[in-house]
């Protein structure tokens, strides 16, 4: 079974331009989850989606983050424009459905630098 | 305020010792406590879940316990070896699902 894709790996950029991140989740799993890991801090959850549809993104800065998730599959997120202190990994991860009880399965990561 | 602490930053411990890690929190009420190990350059990996009305669980030479009364949970990693060498991360579900926090981490040496 394939795990959970991230692209790009690395991406550095200047502030105020913007970056798109990608992901594909494992297949047939409901739940795809985005969050953000600082250097030496846990991941913290940016937004979750159940299938297509937004379960939680209230710690989503949304003056300049998006993300969506078209026909319930990959998923995309998007900074515009870019501060300093978004540097930081960008997980993506999966799981079955939702709940606590589910695993999740994460990807790689896209570790963006803004300078 | 919510807040979930582990233990220390970095914790070094002799090969074959038992490893022990500890997650606290404060203003939550989960009902499910994950522990998930994350290596340099890679995502978290998840290695056990317990129940609130769990005390104990082990996988091989893995044990969770979970005191709701303490908030508290313990990690413990018994005859440890240098590949167990990793940040440890805990994480919890508060609301069923609505809101899955980590803590900060734990970024466990075991020394040869």
């Known amino acids: 079974e394939a795990g959970v894709a991230q692209s790009p790996r690395y991406k550095i950029i200047e502030k105020r331009q913007s970056v798109a991140f990608w992901c594909n989740p494992i297949?047939?799993?409901?739940?795809l989850y985005w969050y953000q890991q600082i250097l030496g801090q846990g991941p913290k959850l940016l937004i979750q989606?159940?299938?297509?549809?937004?379960?939680?993104d209230s710690q989503l800065p949304k003056d300049r983050f998006s993300a969506e998730r078209l026909k319930g599959v990959d998923s995309t997120l998007k900074i515009q424009p870019a501060k300093l202190e978004d540097s930081a990994v960008y997980l993506c991860?999966?799981?079955?459905?939702?709940?606590?009880?589910?695993?999740?399965?994460f990807g790689p990561g896209t570790r963006l630098t803004v300078l | 305020s919510q807040k979930i602490e582990q233990n220390s930053e970095a914790l070094n411990i002799q090969e074959g010792k038992t490893a022990t890690l500890t997650c606290n929190y404060t203003?939550?009420?989960?009902?499910?406590l994950q522990w998930y190990r994350q290596d340099p350059g890679r995502g978290p990996v998840f290695l056990l879940l317990?129940?609130?009305?769990?005390k104990e669980k082990r996988k091989e030479r893995l044990k969770v316990t979970f005191d709701t009364t303490l908030k508290q949970s313990l990690f413990h990693i018994t005859a440890s070896q240098p590949a167990d060498s990793a940040t440890y991360l805990c994480?919890?579900?508060?609301?069923?699902?609505?809101?899955?926090?980590f803590g900060p981490g734990t970024r466990l040496s075991v020394l040869p």
């Open positions: 991860a999966s799981s079955p459905s939702r709940g606590g009880t589910d695993t999740q399965y």
């Open positions: 297949s047939g799993h409901a739940t």
């Open positions: 989606f159940q299938n297509n549809g937004v379960v939680d």
């Open positions: 203003n939550y009420s989960p009902a499910y």
């Open positions: 317990i129940r609130e009305n769990e």
């Open positions: 994480a919890l579900d508060d609301n069923y699902g609505q809101n899955f926090v």
